[in-house]
C-alpha cells in the first residue's frame, strides 16, 4: 500500500493533529509509565477503551424497549470482564487484576491527554488508529514486532500497516471501520432511476453518474413548487473532513498529504477542483440542501430516517443503526432500503474511502514481566475469536481474514469489508 493510501485510510479524528505540547508529553513520559501497579500483590493492568457495548454479545437487548428493566442487568464492560477472566485462567498461579475504564468519543479524548501528559496513562489504550500513532511519534508506546508471529500479521492483512511508524508497528488491529456513500433504493426505485445504481463489480461509477443520479432523485414529490427528497447530502459543520469531504477529494486524485507524509496539503488543481465540485452541488445543481455549511449528522440523519434523502455518507455501524431505529419506530417500514456503494471518481482515478482499525496500544513498561504479561493480554484481546466477537457485537469490520466469517451469511457486510481492503 502507498504511503498516502496507508495514511489517509487509517486516520481518523485526531490522527496526525498533535493534543500536547511536546514538552508535557516529555515531563509525563520522564516519570516513568508503567511503574506503579506492579507489586508484591500481583499486577494489575488498567485498559482504557473508547470501544464499547452493552453486554458480551451485543445484541442481549435487540428487540428489548427502551423502559425495559431488563437494560439495567448489562454494561459496558460486560465483555472485557468476560474476556479478562478468560485471560486470568491462562496465569492460575499469578495474581493479576484487569481494572477496565469506559471512555466516550468526546471527554475521552481529553482525560487520554491528561493522563499522558501527567505520567499516569493506561497500560493499553483502545481508541482510533490515529491517537495510537500520535503517541507513538512521541517514542511512547510499546512497539509489537518482536511479539507477533508471520502468521498474524498475514492475517490482519492490510490493516496491519495501519499501525506502522518509523519501520515498527505500534498497535494490534481490533476494530475495523469505514465510511462509503449509501443510497435509499427505495427512493431511486421511486424515481424510476434504479438503473442508475452500479450494480456490477465494486459499485464503482464517476462523478458524472453520481451527480446524474443526485439530479435524478432530486423530486418535489407534491408539485407544489419546493423540493421534498434531496439526491445528497453532508454534514459540513462536522470537523472529520477525512470522513466526511476528502472522499471527494481523493476521486479527484488529490492528496492530502506532501510526498513525505508529514504536512496536510491540499492545496493542488486537483483539490480545487474537488471543492469546487461539492460547491457546485448546492449552488448550482442544487440536489444537496441550501444552507449546508450548517448541516450538522442529526440534520442529515433526520432527512435519510424520514425518506427525504437519496444519498448520504454511510460507516460501518449504518446497517445496526438502521435495524435499532426500525425497532424503536423511528424508521417506518417501507421507506428505507439500504444500498451501499463507493465514492466517485474520476476516469482513470481509483476512488478513496476512508477506513480506521480501532485498536489497543501499550503504553511504555519499565517492568519486563508486567511488560511480558500486558503484551499478552493485548495480543489475547485480538485473537481470531475476540476479533470476531467484537465485530458481530458493533457491526464493524473483523481486522483478522481468519474471522471474516462473521459476516459470511451477511451480503452487505460483505460488499463494505471488501471495500475496505
Not at 451485543?58 to 464492560?77: C, F, I, N, S, W
Not at 456490477?200 to 408539485?223: N, P, S
Request: proline share 6%; aromatic share 12%.
Amino acid at each position: 500500500m502507498k504511503d498516502e493510501e496507508k495514511k489517509r485510510r487509517s486516520c481518523r479524528r485526531g490522527g496526525y493533529g498533535f493534543l500536547l505540547l511536546s514538552g508535557l508529553i516529555a515531563m509525563g513520559a520522564a516519570c516513568g509509565f508503567g511503574e506503579e501497579n506492579t507489586t508484591q500483590d500481583g499486577i494489575t493492568i488498567r485498559l482504557w477503551t473508547q470501544d464499547h457495548w452493552l453486554g458480551i454479545t451485543g445484541h442481549e437487548l435487540d428487540g428489548v424497549p427502551l423502559d425495559d428493566p431488563r437494560r439495567a442487568k448489562y454494561t459496558r464492560k460486560d465483555w472485557f470482564n468476560k474476556v479478562a477472566e478468560e485471560f486470568l485462567a491462562l496465569y492460575p498461579d499469578r495474581k493479576i487484576r484487569v481494572d477496565t475504564e469506559i471512555l466516550d468519543w468526546v471527554t475521552g479524548y481529553q482525560k487520554i491527554d491528561i493522563a499522558v501528559a501527567s505520567g499516569l496513562p493506561p497500560d493499553i489504550l483502545i481508541s482510533t488508529s490515529g491517537i495510537a500513532l500520535k503517541y507513538a511519534r512521541f517514542g511512547l508506546l510499546e512497539p509489537f514486532d518482536e511479539h507477533i508471529t508471520p502468521e498474524d500479521i498475514a492475517d490482519f492483512g492490510p490493516f496491519y500497516a495501519f499501525s506502522e511508524y518509523e519501520g515498527k508497528h505500534y498497535f494490534l488491529p481490533f476494530i475495523g471501520g469505514s465510511q462509503y456513500l449509501l443510497a435509499n433504493r427505495r427512493i431511486f426505485r421511486e424515481a424510476g432511476v434504479e438503473h442508475l445504481l452500479p450494480t456490477e463489480g465494486d459499485r464503482l461509477w464517476t462523478y458524472e453518474q453520481f451527480l446524474a443520479a443526485a439530479k435524478a432523485t432530486t423530486l418535489d414529490r407534491d408539485h407544489d413548487g419546493k423540493t421534498d427528497v434531496w439526491g445528497f447530502a453532508l454534514p459540513f459543520q462536522r470537523i472529520s473532513p477525512q470522513q466526511e469531504q476528502l472522499p471527494f477529494f481523493w476521486g479527484h486524485g488529490a492528496r492530502q498529504f506532501n510526498t513525505t507524509g508529514d504536512t496536510l496539503r491540499i492545496d493542488s488543481d486537483a483539490a480545487g477542483r474537488a471543492l469546487q465540485f461539492m460547491v457546485d452541488l448546492e449552488h448550482r445543481h442544487r440536489v444537496i440542501p441550501p444552507g449546508s455549511a450548517g448541516m450538522r449528522n442529526n440534520d442529515v440523519t433526520d432527512l435519510w430516517n424520514a425518506g427525504r434523502l437519496a444519498m448520504r455518507r454511510g460507516f460501518h455501524g449504518s446497517l445496526a443503526a438502521h435495524r435499532r431505529a426500525l425497532e424503536t419506530g423511528v424508521v417506518k417500514p417501507d421507506v428505507i432500503e439500504l444500498y451501499p456503494l463507493m465514492y466517485p471518481g474520476l476516469p482513470g482515478v481509483t476512488p478513496g474511502n476512508f477506513v480506521v482499525a480501532d485498536s489497543p496500544c501499550i503504553f511504555r513498561q519499565y517492568d519486563p514481566e508486567k511488560r511480558r504479561i500486558v503484551i499478552a493480554f493485548a495480543k489475547f484481546l485480538t485473537n481470531t475469536q475476540h476479533v470476531r466477537e467484537a465485530a458481530y457485537a458493533l457491526s464493524t469490520l473483523p481486522t483478522r481474514a481468519s474471522a471474516a466469517d462473521v459476516w459470511s451469511n451477511d451480503p452487505y457486510q460483505q460488499y463494505v469489508l471488501r471495500m475496505a481492503k
